[in-house]
């Protein structure tokens, strides 16, 4: 999967610092329990560098205190995919 590949690429997780690599390391945490609960067979609409993007907005987010929790609606539309 396009996302996981992302998240392990190791020149991407070493321009991290640590506290960016812990909240990526607990999203990659999230994302396998969410991809293991709803499984599906169709593929992200989003690219690398979209992903790339909305994975530094988080960071961004969550160091600003504006991180929000999202409903599945919201997740789905957000990152293009159906259940």
Known sequence: MQT???LY???F???L???QRDIINKTK???ANWIKKHETDEPCLMND???RQT???EIENYKNGTAKTYTMEEMKKR???SI
């Open 4 to 6: 996981t590949t992302l």
């Open 9 to 11: 690429n190791s020149e």
């Open 13 to 15: 997780l070493n321009s």
């Open 17 to 19: 610092n640590e506290s």
């Open 29 to 31: 945490e999230i994302m």
């Open 49 to 51: 560098d979209e992903i």
């Open 55 to 57: 994975i530094l907005e």
């Open 79 to 81: 990152h293009g995919i």
